[in-house]
């Protein structure tokens, strides 16, 4: 994991845009009832992370990316299995496991794309001062 004082390192860890300290969030990813709880301002610099009503809107793209980049790999990875003899695995022939893994995968992760995603969005949007 990169260092949370560089951008890359910010963005990953849910840090502020600005000063890459302050949280993005007040709760744990997963609890559920908190996904997309954040504060109105960083607490460290006071940058604010409510811009605008609908500003994280956007996220939503970002999170569709994210997740199609997720169905992508897990495709990759099984057919590397299935290449490297660790399984059996055709796209044609075992669509049902291939549907019910990437579903189990996307429901589990959920909470960590919304809150990559909201990252993402707002990091494209602020420069550090």
Not at 54 to 69: D, E, H, I, K, T
Not at 87 to 108: A, E, H, K, N, R
Not at 119 to 128: V, Y
Request: glycine share 6%.
């Amino acid at each position: 994991m990169p260092q949370k004082n560089t951008r890359l390192g910010a963005l990953l860890n849910n840090r502020c845009p600005t000063c890459y300290d302050g949280r993005l969030f007040n709760a744990p990813a997963y609890s559920l009832n908190r996904v997309i709880d954040m504060p109105a301002a960083c607490p460290v610099c006071g940058e604010d992370f409510m811009r605008e009503p609908g500003f994280y809107f956007g996220a939503a793209y970002v999170s569709y990316a994210l997740s199609v980049a997720l169905w992508i790999a897990l495709l990759v990875v099984l057919t590397c299995f299935d290449l490297w003899g660790l399984m059996t695995f055709s796209f044609f022939d075992d669509v049902p496991f291939f549907l019910i893994t990437g579903v189990v995968l996307v429901v589990v992760l959920m909470p960590l794309l919304v809150r990559l995603s909201r990252s993402i969005w707002l990091h494209m949007f602020t420069r550090r001062r």
